[in-house]
């Protein structure tokens, strides 16, 4: 397996463990359950940590790409320009749900806010993870990108003509 193989397997984690986070926050804030808030927590924490793998991963991923010399260059600069705008929002997520969780542990009267506040910044940093995602995959997948419309047919396929016989 090579870095982009790698980068590719490990780059998901970073985007998918958040998403599911702020689904166990939700379901703990509604159902008033430390545990379940903490397991939220804790999922935003292997966010952070996977980002680094991700991160890490990337660089070697992006020699491989550049020298393949199809690639357009302007798709991986933008991609990781939001790579790392979304792991350090991710960096810091995972810390301020390990101070959530600390409040939790602690039985803080602020942990509920914190938990809110928490929530919310998993919302910012959701919108930097889909960035991420997009531009990564706007990479290899030239009908992503923006203004792309289909030029082909598939030879299998029938038009639309052919059906309103």
Not at 106 to 135: E, M, R, S
Request: hydrophobic fraction near 45%.
């Amino acid at each position: 397996m090579n870095d982009a193989h790698f980068h590719l397997v490990v780059n998901h984690f970073p985007i998918i463990l958040p998403m599911v986070g702020a689904l166990i926050l939700i379901i703990g804030l509604i159902a008033k359950s430390d545990a379940v808030k903490r397991t939220g927590f804790l999922m935003f924490i292997l966010g952070a940590v996977s980002s680094i793998t991700a991160m890490t991963s990337g660089e070697g991923a992006e020699e491989i790409v550049e020298n393949m010399g199809n690639i357009d260059g302007y798709f991986v600069h933008e991609h990781e320009e939001a790579a790392e705008t979304f792991a350090l929002l991710s960096y810091i997520l995972g810390a301020f749900a390990l101070i959530g969780m600390w409040a939790s542990f602690a039985k803080k009267k602020f942990a509920n806010i914190v938990t809110i506040l928490v929530l919310i910044f998993a919302g910012v940093t959701l919108y930097f993870a889909q960035k991420a995602g997009t531009t990564g995959g706007e990479i290899r997948h030239t009908e992503i990108r923006p203004g792309q419309t289909p030029t082909t047919q598939p030879a299998d396929s029938q038009s639309e003509e052919e059906y309103e016989d």
